[in-house]
């Protein structure tokens, strides 16, 4: 769910010398494109990428997740060993931060430049994000005045590949009483997003937890000047940064 983290595990890289990217690319399909973002992004969430955790997160069957693992392997953007799962190499990451890169700059070109809702951009951009040849991704860059994050708050990579740190602390780690900044909300289902929109709770928006009741009960909050009560599901899928006053009492808007 998270595909952001930057620095990778020691474990998780494998140096492959004699990769060449830009010979292999061209054979790199759009559904191996999608391989490499959802490993980049299980790597992100932690743990061994299985095979199976794979199937999960793209919605495909064992034995065809199976056959492209090993089909990326031959490419060398993947390394499959027993016992350390699916590890992605340098080029795999490299190929993950291009078309990540590319499916956030989309998304800040629907929302800005076309007005399309939050909740609508990341489908779009699913599907644009194999297309985008290198020189509309710079004019779209440059267009847009090199934007750094996409409408949901995540970090947009660098055209050198490079991810910005971004915390990994979720609504529903707080404690009751603490005031933090929501930096970025999850894009993958549109219905969570429009209703999180619904709520304010919108990268750049200050929340205190004002009240969590025991057993994954809702979190009862406070944004911007209104409350509102939200179960764990949806604070799971928040990431905030925790102001540093502490004690502060004010949840008012902060810009980014
Ligand atoms: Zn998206």
């Known amino acids: 769910?998270?595909?952001?983290?930057?620095?990778?595990?020691?474990?998780?890289?494998?140096?492959?010398?004699?990769?060449?990217?830009?010979?292999?690319?061209?054979?790199?399909?759009?559904?191996?494109?999608?391989?490499?973002?959802?490993?980049?992004?299980?790597?992100?969430?932690?743990?061994?990428?299985?095979?199976?955790?794979?199937?999960?997160?793209?919605?495909?069957?064992?034995?065809?997740?199976?056959?492209?693992?090993?089909?990326?392997?031959?490419?060398?953007?993947?390394?499959?060993?027993?016992?350390?799962?699916?590890?992605?190499?340098?080029?795999?990451?490299?190929?993950?931060?291009?078309?990540?890169?590319?499916?956030?700059?989309?998304?800040?070109?629907?929302?800005?430049?076309?007005?399309?809702?939050?909740?609508?951009?990341?489908?779009?951009?699913?599907?644009?994000?194999?297309?985008?040849?290198?020189?509309?991704?710079?004019?779209?860059?440059?267009?847009?005045g090199h934007p750094t994050f996409d409408p949901h708050g995540a970090p947009i990579p660098t055209a050198e590949g490079e991810m910005p740190a971004l915390s990994n602390r979720r609504l529903s780690d707080l404690a009751v009483g603490e005031v933090a900044t929501v930096e970025q909300v999850s894009d993958r289902d549109p219905e969570q997003l429009r209703y999180l929109g619904s709520l304010g709770l919108i990268p750049g928006q200050r929340v205190q937890l004002r009240e969590r009741l025991p057993f994954e009960g809702p979190f009862r909050l406070l944004v911007g000047a209104e409350e509102h009560v939200i179960g764990a599901p949806l604070a799971r899928i928040v990431y905030v940064v925790v102001d540093n006053a502490a004690g502060a009492d004010s949840a008012e808007p902060a810009g980014r």
């Open 1 to 144: 769910m998270r595909g952001i983290m930057e620095s990778a595990e020691p474990t998780s890289q494998r140096e492959t010398p004699g990769t060449d990217v830009a010979e292999v690319r061209p054979r790199i399909t759009p559904a191996m494109e999608d391989y490499l973002k959802a490993v980049y992004r299980l790597n992100a969430d932690g743990g061994p990428v299985t095979t199976q955790r794979l199937a999960d997160e793209l919605g495909i069957s064992g034995p065809s997740v199976t056959n492209m693992v090993k089909r990326l392997d031959e490419l060398k953007m993947l390394q499959h060993t027993r016992y350390h799962g699916v590890v992605m190499t340098k080029a795999g990451e490299r190929v993950a931060l291009e078309v990540l890169r590319h499916h956030r700059l989309l998304e800040v070109y629907l929302a800005e430049s076309l007005g399309y809702p939050w909740d609508e951009v990341h489908e779009e951009a699913e599907r644009l994000e194999h297309l985008l040849s290198d020189k509309l991704e710079r004019s779209i860059d440059r267009a847009l």
